[in-house]
């Protein structure tokens, strides 16, 4: 499945930053978006980031990708609110 997932920028560089998510560390390709601040959350789809995200919503988003796969992990009492 292929979705885009929250990163925040640890390391920022004009075409390629160096980006913390649910995955680890990876570089982002930044040229869709431009050079954004350290600290700043993107959603990387395959290796680009695609959108500045507010961090409200990357903590949406990665609550829902982690409900998603407690889900399909067979877990049981899985808060989807």
Not at 61 to 73: D, F, H, R, T
């Amino acid at each position: 499945m292929c979705i885009g997932v929250p990163v925040q920028i640890v390391e920022s560089g004009e075409f390629m930053s160096l980006c913390r998510g649910l995955n680890g560390d990876e570089q982002v390709n930044m040229m869709l978006i431009g050079q954004q601040p350290v600290g700043s959350w993107v959603l990387n789809f395959l290796g680009s980031a695609r959108e500045v995200l507010s961090e409200e919503d990357a903590q949406n988003i990665n609550k829902a990708i982690e409900g998603l796969s407690a889900i399909m992990n067979g877990e049981q009492n899985v808060d989807i609110e």
